[in-house]
């Protein structure tokens, strides 16, 4: 009886009802992204059954380019998130208001004039104004960079609250998938939003999608094999504050009441394009920044107090100083009171990095330069109180006597100290970051145009009676320091220079008298017959040793030439250290560079990443449209194929309705034959 022209047609009728049902909705999709189109496959019954019924409701499409399509998506949202701040950077950097170039070439501009003129007050006003829009550039720079990491963090905060969304509905999509497969029942249009829920996923963060049964459950993991989504359970993402710098926030991926940080294995996608410019572009460029404005304020400083006011004093610092760096202790460090410090011995050797100390056992400790990742071990390091200068490879030195255990590290131009109960306890941590905050704390510290020190503290006098062509050819203070010799705005000894006669073997002699009493000059000891070259220094030191300052005559003078050296009073038109203070355009104090050339290291080195980025998103796009039109190739909707298919579902239908007619012709004949 099944196998009857009744029941073929019955089963036929069905058959293509339900194609031309499928073909109806591929036809109405054809414009629904992320549809994928559904094929009616059809089988024939087995024998001795005879006719047609549906094997099963087909998607049309490429898991691979599916898969595919998410890494494209991934790398895109990534080099576009990235494109986005590094466009925001590229224009602070360049632009004539915010850019550090133009103030420091307006600044010393200024400062040329006041070379120029050291004794107009004008000249001395317009450049403690451009002093003062030297520091306001330098803060409103180091501003714009802390509100880009306000806005990266919160950014982070949305988009983990979005994956936390998307995570949860592919859970509950897992399931409702599962149920419909258990029952039977057509699940493709679930798969296909199951499919554009984990495109919206990879946006964010890369990810792998593995399934054990076929394709009816999947699980999600990150890239590196952190599971997201198990099944119909979906991890939780959250965001907390850095650890040891909250201002650094880190991912975690939350499973019950165990919690990873996953901030390094994001990979690429919005969320890990977020992280990846904050760590390698955003904060490096602002220690960056932070290291020129502390080589700035501190050179600069250390030249202006070498000079003479129009008071007739020592200059002061030009720039309020930066004092300490930063430093960030563990959370899970076991010392007790800590205290922690941050100085500079060098600021001309300072990189623009952050270091990591660990203490790795009772006497031993290693530091990481984290922008290279060089380690620095205790081990290999000089002792720094035995060491008169700091090597490259570092200097320690340590006290655990008595209660409190001192470590003091010096490396790369700064000192680290660290006090604690005892000795620190092995596993500590401490963060340290010398110059991210510098340029925040700049300030101009002079406010007066008269407290300028533009003039050299000492005058070198030669005798009218001078028959040589020796002159002075520089003069410079070595010591202008608060203890300084010159602080009180005197010499205390004030010397004559006097050139002797050549020695038989032609080497011209001189010797060094205090005149403190000019009618009994005192010859000072050790300065007595020592050998003259022009160009060389002359050191002048106090009576405890210490150097003071130094002068270089040039050319030659004769037997008897005398050259006095005297306190600069009243030397207001003196621009001797007006001069120095400009040349420190051009010196090379940054560690190798000028301050204008580190910024165009920096500025080159910003430009080169933000073009790199750029070139990545544009062949992203172009990467993903293509993934995208391979993949739409596929399971996209032909409107001229599924035309066609309706024209043959439609003509089947017809035909199968013969089958029952042709029955029904049949059925009749045999009921009159009877009767």
Request: aromatic share 6%; proline share 3%.
């Amino acid at each position: 009886m099944s196998s009857s022209l009744l029941s073929i047609g019955t089963q036929a009728l069905n058959a293509n009802q339900s194609a031309l049902s499928y073909t109806g909705q591929n036809i109405a999709n054809v414009n629904t992204e992320g549809y994928t189109r559904q094929r009616v496959n059809f089988e024939t019954q087995q024998p001795p059954i005879l006719g047609v019924g549906i094997q099963d409701v087909q998607r049309v499409t490429d898991q691979f380019l599916v898969e595919q399509v998410w890494r494209d998506q991934s790398a895109l949202s990534s080099s576009e998130q990235q494109a986005k701040k590094m466009e925001l950077l590229d224009k602070l950097m360049v632009s004539e208001s915010t850019s550090l170039s133009s103030a420091m070439d307006n600044y010393f501009a200024a400062l040329q004039r006041t070379v120029d003129d050291p004794l107009f007050i004008g000249n001395r006003q317009l450049f403690l104004a451009e002093a003062e829009s030297l520091v306001s550039t330098f803060r409103t720079f180091d501003q714009r960079l802390t509100e880009q990491q306000t806005a990266i963090t919160t950014e982070a905060r949305s988009m983990v609250g979005t994956i936390n969304t998307i995570t949860g509905s592919i859970a509950q999509l897992n399931v409702k998938i599962s149920s419909l497969a258990a029952s039977g029942q057509n699940y493709n249009s679930l798969l296909d939003d199951r499919d554009q829920l984990t495109k919206e996923l990879a946006k964010f963060v890369s990810l792998d999608v593995v399934s054990s049964d076929g394709g009816i459950t999947n699980n999600i993991l990150l890239a590196n094999g952190e599971p997201l989504v198990s099944s119909g359970r979906a991890a939780t993402m959250t965001v907390r504050d850095g650890s040891p710098d909250p201002a650094q926030i880190d991912v975690f991926l939350q499973r019950g009441n165990t919690a990873a940080k996953i901030t390094g294995v994001l990979g690429e996608g919005a969320l890990g394009g977020l992280f990846t410019y904050r760590d390698e572009v955003l904060q490096p460029t602002r220690s960056e920044v932070g290291r020129i404005a502390l080589v700035l304020t501190t050179t600069m400083n250390e030249q202006h107090r070498k000079g003479v006011d129009l008071d007739g004093r020592l200059g002061s610092d030009l720039f309020s100083p930066t004092l300490q760096g930063q430093v960030y202790s563990g959370l899970s460090n076991k010392s007790t009171g800590v205290t922690t410090n941050l100085t500079f011995y060098d600021v001309t050797q300072l990189t623009a990095s952050d270091y990591e100390v660990e203490i790795t056992g009772v006497d031993s400790f290693r530091v990481k330069r984290l922008t290279d990742g060089a380690l620095f071990y205790s081990r290999d390091m000089a002792n720094l109180e035995a060491s008169e200068s700091v090597g490259p490879g570092g200097a320690f030195s340590r006290d655990d006597s008595g209660n409190v255990g001192t470590l003091t590290l010096s490396l790369d131009g700064f000192t680290f100290t660290l006090n604690s109960n005892g000795k620190p306890q092995k596993g500590d941590q401490f963060l340290l970051q010398p110059t991210k905050n510098a340029a925040r704390a700049m300030q101009l510290a002079i406010t007066r145009p008269e407290s300028l020190a533009l003039a050299s503290p000492l005058r070198v006098t030669p005798a009218s009676s001078n028959a040589g062509n020796a002159e002075l050819l520089s003069i410079e203070i070595l010591d202008g320091s608060d203890t300084s010799p010159l602080r009180p705005g005197q010499l205390d000894t004030p010397i004559e220079i006097v050139f002797n006669a050549l020695n038989a073997d032609g080497e011209q002699k001189y010797s060094v008298y205090d005149v403190t009493d000019p009618d009994n000059p005192a010859l000072i000891d050790g300065m007595s017959q020592l050998n003259y070259t022009p160009g060389e220094p002359i050191t002048i030191n106090t009576l405890a040793g210490d150097a003071i300052y130094q002068i270089a005559f040039a050319n030659q003078p004769r037997p008897g030439d005398r050259f006095m050296v005297e306190y600069n009073t009243d030397g207001v038109s003196d621009n001797t250290n007006a001069l120095a203070l400009s040349d420190l355009q051009r010196a090379e104090t940054a560690n190798g560079y000028s301050y204008q050339d580190a910024y165009g290291q920096l500025l080159a080195q910003v430009g080169t990443k933000a073009n790199s980025i750029t070139v990545a998103y544009e062949a992203g796009k172009a990467v993903l449209s293509a993934s995208e039109d391979a993949l739409e190739s596929i399971r996209g909707v032909n409107l001229d194929e599924e035309a066609a298919r309706l024209i043959q579902y439609q003509q089947a239908y017809t035909a199968s309705t013969r089958l029952i007619t042709a029955y029904q012709d049949i059925f009749d004949s045999l009921i009159s034959a009877v009767r």
